[in-house]
């Protein structure tokens, strides 16, 4: 199986601030890797797919990038809406499996 | 609108079965590969298994942590996907998604509300 490994675990920002997650793959996914915002208690939400593609009607502040094993997910300017948890996915072979996820919280 | 319904959860016995399912409305549900995902409470999120569309064969594919225990089937004619879960144990608890696949990349672009399952004596 492919493990996938997010860091940081969480991270405190502020409203404005620039904020980058990483996710790694334990071996090559090409660019099979997406990423998924969800808030408590709601289902996920998907905002990028193929690594940089920005899913349909996702604010363009939102934008991936990387391919093989290392991946990013940028927040070029915080809003409020977007302090949540936010995981990475590969799709390149099943089990398809999700990163631990990167909380989000207001500094 | 595009949207998915799940239902079907409740609390059941270790040992017991379950079926939830999942109602969708606003696509082509036939033309789509449909997913089961679930997150124990305070967990992460965690792939089930899916069915293909009858076009690529409608052949499933499963977590070992549910394979021989879990089965996803669809009726393309009613729009729907389900979720038979038989043996059920404790860490089988969680709220249940069911999710599209958007077909490129595997992503999964639409989801369900999900429905809480709690496996308890």
């Known amino acids: 199986d492919i493990q996938m490994t997010q860091s940081p675990s969480s991270l405190s920002a502020s409203v404005g601030d620039r904020v980058t997650i990483t996710c790694r793959a334990s071996?090559?996914?090409?660019?099979?890797l997406n990423w998924y915002q969800q808030k408590p208690g709601k289902a996920p939400n998907l905002l990028i797919y193929a690594a940089s593609t920005l899913q349909s009607g996702v604010p363009s502040r939102f934008s991936g990038s990387g391919s093989g094993t290392d991946f990013t997910l940028t927040i070029s300017s915080l809003q409020p809406e977007d302090f949540a948890t936010y995981y990475c996915q590969q799709s390149y072979s099943t089990p398809y499996i999700f990163g631990q996820g990167t909380k989000l919280e207001i500094k | 609108e595009v949207q998915l319904v799940e239902s079907g959860g409740g609390l059941v016995q270790p040992g017991r079965s379950l079926r939830l399912s999942c109602t969708a409305s606003g696509f082509s549900f036939g033309d789509y590969a449909m997913n089961w995902f679930r997150q124990a409470p305070g967990k992460g999120l965690e792939w089930v298994g899916f069915?293909?569309?009858?076009?690529?064969?409608?052949?499933?594919e499963y977590a070992a942590s549910v394979k021989g225990r879990f089965t996803v089937s669809r009726d393309d004619s009613k729009s729907f996907a389900y979720l038979q879960m038989n043996s059920l144990k404790t860490e089988d608890t969680a709220v249940y998604y069911c999710?599209?696949?958007?077909?490129?990349?595997?992503?999964?672009?639409?989801w369900g509300q999900g429905t809480v399952v709690t496996v308890s004596s």
């Open positions: 071996q090559s996914v090409t660019n099979y």
């Open positions: 069915i293909r569309s009858q076009a690529y064969g409608g052949t499933t």
């Open positions: 999710s599209r696949d958007r077909g490129e990349y595997d992503a999964f672009d639409i």
